[in-house]
């Protein structure tokens, strides 16, 4: 059901067999419900907390994903912003560790860094093209090599067409 809303008027344009105005109900989505429910979803990546900080129900962000592309769109977005955070606290937990404590059958404790290998190990595999791309990239001076061995090589193409156009003639 397409809705558009009268800004001064708190109506909104429901569609159907026959469109007419009615008046805005609290089920309704604004943009600022979207914003909210956009944002805390990008925050947490959890579309039963967002729904509940926008004050909409996790069926209708649902229905409205599937019905308004913008909403949509702005959905991707903000899973992807959630993801990156995530693998980036993956990273700083894979590179830096976290606190453990262990406790010692006399009482005492001890500090320790866990540093978790499968999360290191499975961002590795994740980036392994990337990393091999930026480390394989090419100078300037090959760059400029390939460059010039083109150019030669367009100039005796060019020259080529030229010879064969003049035969004809």
């Known amino acids: 059901m397409a809705k558009r809303g009268g800004a001064k008027s708190g109506l ?8 007419k105005m009615r008046k805005r109900s609290r089920r309704d989505w604004t943009k600022a419900k979207e914003q909210t429910f956009l944002t805390s979803l990008a925050e947490t990546c959890n579309v039963t907390a ?14 409205r994903r599937k019905k308004v592309a913008a909403f949509r769109a702005g959905w991707a977005e903000a899973i992807a912003v959630a993801y990156q955070r ?5 990273l700083d937990r894979a590179l830096n560790g976290t606190e453990k404590v262990v406790v010692r059958k006399d009482g005492s404790e001890e500090r320790m860094r866990e ?5 290191a190990m499975t961002l590795l595999k ?18 400029e090599e390939v460059r010039t061995r083109l150019l030669e090589k367009l100039r005796r193409l060019r020259k080529k067409m030229q010879d064969e156009e003049q035969a004809k003639a």
């Open 115 to 119: 540093h978790p290998n499968a999360i």
């Open 86 to 90: 995530l693998e980036l606290v993956l």
């Open 12 to 19: 909104v344009l429901a569609a159907g067999a026959r469109p």
């Open 50 to 63: 967002a729904a509940e900080a926008a004050g909409m129900s996790v069926g209708g962000a649902y229905q």
């Open 126 to 143: 994740l980036h392994r093209e990337t990393a091999a791309e930026i480390i394989n990239e090419p100078d300037e001076a090959e760059i």
